[in-house]
């Protein structure tokens, strides 16, 4: 699977299993269902448009690598330069929508970073394994 639908795949079960493990974890914190599936919903979207940019232009800079292939070192650096990228528009979000002080929702946002950098290494190697490399990575 390759191009257009190969990211249409990857995005919508990376973010429908996000909206399920962000909900549960906000609510585990105490925060209530609406308020935890709503930013849920709202910073699945940011992360749908910020994935699709993300990999695009990563795929584009891999394509002109001479080593071939999606090593650790490169998968966590996929991963730390998404997650970098999505804290910059999510922590004043939450903020916002959860009526926290940033700080709180900087901690927040770090916890959420942890854990989402590992989903994101994880998630890319089963959907790599499954769907196979993409032709940029051959």
Known sequence: MQGLKRKLVYVSLF???AIVL???ILMALGHDLFHS?????VVS?????????WNTGFEFWEARQSVRGRSI????????GFEGGLALMTIPLFAW??????????WL?????????VYTFVFN??????FGLPLSAR
Request: hydrophobic share 60%; charged share 15%.
């Open 45 to 53: 979207v940011i992360a749908v448009v910020w994935n699709l940019t």
């Open 97 to 106: 929508w959860l009526e926290i002080n940033l700080w709180d929702a900087f």
């Open 73 to 80: 070192r490169r998968r966590t650096a996929h991963a730390v």
């Open 37 to 41: 599936g709503t930013v849920s919903v």
């Open 15 to 17: 973010e429908t299993l």
């Open 22 to 24: 962000t909900s549960l």
């Open 125 to 130: 190697w089963f959907f790599d394994r499954i």
């Open 109 to 117: 946002d770090a916890g959420f970073l942890l854990f989402f950098l």
